[in-house]
Structure formats: C-alpha cells, structure tokens
C-alpha cells in the first residue's frame, strides 16, 4: 500500500503565497517522478509542476516564472512553492508520484487525497 498525504494549502490573499507539501510512504522502492495537479471547480484535472527524481522540472505555462517544484528523494517529499498567487489559481491541489512497489518492477501512478487552495482577490 501506497499513502500520498498533501499539507499546506489554505486561504490566501491575491498576491500572496502557500507551501504545499507531500510525503509518500509504503511498501514503495523507487520514485521515478512526482507532481502537482489541480482541479477547479467545472475543469478538468491539469497538470501544474512536475519533477522527475533527476531534479528535471516542467510546469504549465500560467505558473512560470511564480510556482516552483522541488523534491527531497531521501524522505519521498514533493513541494510546491507559490507565489505571486492569483484567484484563478483557485483549485484542489493533488499530489501525484509514477511508484515502483517492492513488489513490481513497474511503476504506477498515485494520488494523494488533495488539499484546497483558495485565492482572494
């Protein structure tokens, strides 16, 4: 079994920023890749940062430049720093990690339960 448990998200002002965390733990041998989605209400689930364990990073075009991905390989954490938020960054935030199991040379993907972010304008 495979946990993702997110922290950090919460209320903040237009302008502002948050730190979300995500720690994965479980019957887990590798991390191949982890990231940030999120979801508003009405949209579809879109990728926002993501980081392979070779420290390459990607991120959707709107959050350049304001969000950063970063990840500690040894404690299986992913984080996303925000800044300069916006309300239309408004969303649930869902970490995501690509997982090989002790049990299988594959990975898989998994998702953490998802922590709301809400910008005020």
């Known amino acids: 079994q495979v946990h993702l448990v997110e922290s950090g998200g919460g209320l903040v002002q237009a302008g502002g920023s948050l730190r979300l965390s995500c720690a994965a733990s479980?019957?887990?041998?590798?991390?191949?890749?982890m990231g940030w989605y999120r979801q508003a209400p009405g949209k579809q689930r879109e990728l926002v940062a993501h980081?392979?364990?070779?420290?390459?990073?990607n991120y959707r075009d709107s959050v350049k430049g304001r969000f950063t991905i970063s990840s500690d390989n040894a404690k299986k954490a992913v984080y996303l720093q925000m800044n300069s938020l916006k309300p239309e960054d408004t969303a649930v935030y869902f970490c995501?990690?690509?997982?090989?199991?002790?049990?299988?040379?594959?990975?898989?993907?998994?998702w953490g339960q998802g922590t709301q972010v809400t910008v005020s304008s």
């Open positions: 479980g019957t887990i041998f590798s991390i191949n890749a």
């Open positions: 995501n990690a690509a997982i090989v199991l002790v049990t299988s040379p594959y990975d898989s993907d998994y």
């Open positions: 980081i392979t364990t070779g420290g390459t990073t």
